[in-house]
RNA sequence: GCUCGAAUGGUGGAAUGGUAGACACGAGGGACUUAAAAUCCCUUGGCUAUUGCGGCCGUGCGGGUUCGAGUCCCGCUUCGAGCACCA
């Protein structure tokens, strides 16, 4: 019987689904494993090709683990809110819900077909009310905490609240936004809408007035993970800076646990090196700089404390509190037009156009350590959210300040030894320090790596300044003025947001007749009926973003129809965080960051046991379109053949590559394809017109995408697995190229062929024995290493050389087929059922072990060279030993003549591997 | 600019410091067939040699360590990724 794999997938599919044979349930008798992938946003475009390979990597993972004995948690869901769907709504005034669920539907059937073990009952949707209202319900618990240095942990805002009435903000210990200052007395005496407005300042989740990234073309607020270069990431729109009142979520606040953590979590360098640039750690100095003639101190943040001598002035970010404080009246004019000129560029004028540019405030500082006065300028390279937004130029060691001095023709004053600075600034951090030397402190002839230390020593013991850490880390901004989101579970009274009581969660989405905002600005909510609490309190207007719904997704997949917890501590403590987890780099500093960060948060409050969500990441590369060209004669409708588009004056054109076999046109398609191609000519090579290719992003319009639908039709699911597996390493971007799916295809049928050839309880050969001990060994190591690749080279190494052996052994082929379950499971259940006449699952079979009595060798052919240079190869027993081996490579015929009068230096031996003799 | 990673045949890619190119595709040759498809067998890094045995070169470039380097070290080149007026 052929190998038929329409009927064999589509009936072990159907199987699996009557059986629940995937269904799992935590059992504390059993070693529990979580293998999670990134749940998809489920896009109009359905999956192609390149979606499933990480869904197949991780699906092994889980499968082979599963044959292990682990009790493997394995599950999957949609990450369904977005701005795709509510852009759809607003083009078609289709509910985007109505959106969502076709797509849904889509990809559930594309994943259906590819044969993955997740068990369906645990599938969570993030736009479901159910699931939200632990999206909801997290919120309100950061709304309710504040971050306290000294237990380095979440504590309830009460706790904060007994401080500030007992002590004010003396040895307060809160992380906040600003340093504020009240004693007790001030606090009781605030009214309750102040004291709200003031406990904002400490709130992990607060509303703040906070510059945003604000999308003109989409009406919304962005993350700054959603803006690449000035433009949003979704659509490429511009993207301007804006003040607004916002939700937030104080991220920085975690910001040093969530570098450390990293030591701690088995992720790959790269990504945890792009999560530490993110967060961006640096230690430096803060220091004061008196403004001259004014009862003022400008408060600046440096790393080069030591280059304090070379300061030459100051500037100020534009959106500094202090340009107004030390702008004279005589320069008024000119800041305020300053201030306008830069607050109408938006984020991606400013890069595109590097100008520099400034104004001078009037003022002046005075250098703390020279007493000097340097003037004071206000500069939009500034920027106002990192460090304290005002800076100590030092034009001489920093290229960005020697630019801004050489253009306003300021001073620049040299501070390390043989450093020219008449071209261009001296960055580098090291030399030795000259021109540093005042009546208080005395930096020259110091390397610059003691000169920063002793800089910072200085200054705070003499109150200068002090010693500062800062993060390049900013507070997640929370709001999103869409409709397709999480609504905030809030209410307004008197100006004050309260949280609503937990018992009325989830607050659900309420139905709108258009899916934009109001004519007064608002929301799209602005547009709901009834949008108030039962006694008339308006309800919040904004959504949640994106990653709110992806930030604990995987601890409800331990407890997806918990009712009252987001997790049960019994679920929780049994199935603890995720093993592994495989997904894209796309997520490093959005998704990965934020999840991170919230299950840090419920850490602290106790809800969940462990400090880290994933354990192990894994990043499987993209997927890469290859897209096939025909090349169009100029001005014609003739096509010449890749080989000879040299001879003519060609356009290259985008062909379907689902038209193309192995680069070969079918020219019949072709001309079928597009109707101006209907009466096209070719030029053909061979009688075969070939196409050309390049590597490009898989997209409709290359029209390189290739859907796995019909690759699973064509081939079968199996084959569309192992091909994945097969292309290359997991972790590396590689072009998808259909052609060599041939390959594994034949593996396959030879593979059937060799069940096919009838299983017996016969004596397997020593030959055979090996073979299979090899691949366990290989197979094995190789999982664990996620080298699938070599895995499957190492199948079809074993079914060739057990096709030459005619094995037909039991003991041979019932543990080939359970090797090969986790990577094609259709092909091992139904040689397990058929062949093997099993009536078990093959997915409750135990993964084999090797033996290695069985890999022995009885001769070893070891390499033998005298100085390095190979001379022969002597075969020989196993069993010698070292020296038995040496003589005999010496005493070899011709080498003991080739050594007569030469003396041995030195033997190099490795067991099974080579002799090398060193003589002079 | 800073940080990280990569570079091996016509192609995708294998190689705990130990015979580089596993496995697969493609290509060429052959068997079977009226023919095609399917299947099977052989060849396939380059140059050179050939009746046969062979020989030389070869993992981006230049050095180094080592008996021995694709692999380790130093210095480049190119490509990719992340961050980027972050003081």
């Not at 390279?381 to 460090?387: C, E, I, M």
């Amino acid at each position: 019987m052929e190998y038929n794999h329409r009927e064999i997938e589509s009936r072990w599919q159907q199987y699996w689904k009557e059986r629940e044979v995937y269904k799992v349930e935590a059992d504390p008798s059993r070693p529990k494993f979580y293998v999670l992938d990134m749940f998809p946003y489920p896009s109009g475009a359905g999956l192609h090709v390149g979606h499933p390979l990480g869904y197949i990597a991780s699906d092994i993972y889980a499968r082979y683990k599963r044959l292990q004995g682990f009790n493997v948690l394995h599950p999957m869901g949609y990450d369904a809110y977005g701005l795709p769907a509510e852009q759809y709504a607003i083009q078609t005034g289709q509910h985007p819900e109505k959106t969502t669920t076709e797509n849904i539907a889509r990809y559930r059937s594309q994943l259906d077909k590819i044969g993955f073990c997740y068990d369906w009952n645990r599938e969570i949707k993030t736009c479901d009310p159910e699931f939200y209202k632990w999206t909801q319900w997290a919120f309100q618990q950061m709304f309710k905490h504040y971050y306290d240095k000294s237990t380095d942990k979440a504590e309830p805002i009460e706790k904060l609240i007994a401080h500030l009435e007992a002590h004010g903000t003396e040895n307060l210990t809160a992380v906040g936004g600003k340093e504020l200052e009240f004693t007790a007395e001030e606090w009781q005496a605030l009214t309750d809408k102040e004291k709200s407005d003031a406990l904002m300042n400490w709130r992990i989740a607060y509303l703040g007035h906070t510059m945003v990234n604000w999308c003109p073309k989409l009406g919304t607020v962005l993350a700054n993970d959603e803006v690449c270069e000035g433009l949003s990431l979704r659509g490429g729109y511009p993207v301007e800076q804006k003040l607004m009142y916002q939700w937030c979520l104080r991220v920085s606040a975690y910001a040093q646990r969530l570098l450390d953590g990293l030591e701690k979590i088995d992720w790959t360098d790269s990504l945890k090196e792009t999560q530490r640039n993110w967060i961006g750690r640096s230690e430096g100095a803060e220091m004061r700089f008196k403004v001259a003639g004014q009862d003022l101190e400008l408060e600046i943040f440096t790393t080069r404390a030591d280059t304090i001598f070379g300061v030459t002035f100051m500037v100020l970010a534009p959106e500094s509190a202090y340009v107004s404080q030390v702008t004279t009246p005589e320069q008024k004019e000119a800041v305020e037009a300053y201030l306008n000129e830069v607050k109408h560029k938006t984020e991606r004028e400013r890069m595109i156009d590097k100008k520099v540019t400034g104004v001078f405030t009037g003022s002046y500082a005075v250098n703390p350590l020279t007493g000097k006065e340097i003037p004071i300028w206000v500069s939009d390279y500034v920027l106002a959210g990192y460090g304290t937004g005002a800076i100590m130029a030092v034009p001489a060691h920093d290229s960005r300040d020697y630019a801004f001095a050489k253009k306003f023709d300021l001073p620049i004053i040299p501070l390390i030894e043989g450093a020219d600075v008449s071209e261009q600034s001296f960055d580098a951090k090291s030399g030795k320090m000259i021109n540093s030397c005042g009546p208080i402190l005395d930096l020259n002839g110091l390397e610059v790596k003691d000169a920063i230390a002793r800089t910072k020593q200085f200054i705070s013991e003499n109150g200068i300044g002090k010693v500062k850490v800062n993060f390049r880390l900013r507070d997640a901004i929370f709001s999103r003025q869409r409709y397709w989101g999480e609504p905030f579970p809030v209410y307004y009274k008197e100006g004050i947001p309260h949280m609503l009581p937990e018992s009325e969660l989830p607050l659900q989405l309420p139905e709108i007749d258009q899916y934009l905002p109001t004519e007064k600005g608002e929301p799209p909510l602005g547009r709901a009926k009834n949008w108030q609490t039962a006694d008339g309190y308006p309800l919040e207007l904004n959504t949640m973003p994106g990653f709110a719904g992806s930030s604990a997704y995987y601890l409800r997949y331990m407890d997806p129809h918990n009712d009252n917890a987001l997790v049960s501590p019994e679920a929780n403590s049994y199935w603890r965080n995720v093993d592994l987890y495989i997904g894209g780099t796309e997520h490093a500093t959005g998704h990965l960051i934020y999840s991170r960060f919230w299950n840090k948060f419920l850490f602290d409050l106790g809800k969940v046991v462990e400090d880290e969500p994933f354990r192990k990441l894994i990043n499987q590369g993209m997927i890469q379109g290859r897209s096939n060209f025909a090349y169009r004669i100029k001005d014609t409708n003739t096509f010449v053949s890749a080989g000879l588009k040299n001879q003519y004056d060609v356009t290259p054109i985008h062909v379907d590559v689902n038209i193309v076999n192995n680069d070969i046109l079918d020219t019949e398609k072709f001309r079928a394809w597009r109707p101006e191609f209907n009466n096209a000519e070719f030029v053909l090579e061979d009688g075969k017109y070939v196409c050309g290719w390049a590597v490009e992003k898989m997209s409709k319009s290359m029209f390189n995408v290739v859907n796995p639908d019909d690759i699973v039709d064509r081939y079968g699911a199996d084959t569309l697995r192992l091909y994945e597996m097969f292309l290359g390493p997991l972790e590396q971007s590689k072009p998808w190229d259909t052609n060599g799916i041939d390959g594994v295809n034949r593996f396959l049928k030879k593979l059937w062929k060799l069940y096919e050839g009838g299983v017996d309880n016969s004596e397997p050969s020593a030959a055979s024995l090996k073979t299979l001990h090899t691949l366990i060994k290989k197979v094995t190591a190789d999982i664990e290493q996620f080298s699938y690749n070599t895995s499957v080279a190492a199948f079809m190494i074993c079914v060739n050389e057990l096709t030459a052996q005619k094995c037909q052994s039991r003991t041979i082929l019932e543990p080939l087929a359970i090797l090969l379950a986790p990577f094609a499971p259709h092909i091992a259940e139904e040689l397990w059922h058929s062949a093997l006449s099993h009536e078990t699952t093959v997915c409750d079979a135990h993964w084999p072990t090797y033996d290695p009595a069985h890999l022995v060798e009885n001769e070893v052919t070891y390499p033998v060279s005298f100085n390095g240079k190979m001379r022969f190869n002597l075969t020989l027993p196993a069993s010698m030993g070292k020296d038995d081996v040496i003589a005999a490579a010496m005493n070899a015929e011709g080498a003991a003549k080739w050594l007569e009068g030469k003396q041995v230096v030195k033997t190099i031996f490795v067991p099974g591997k080579i002799v090398n003799i060193v003589v002079k």
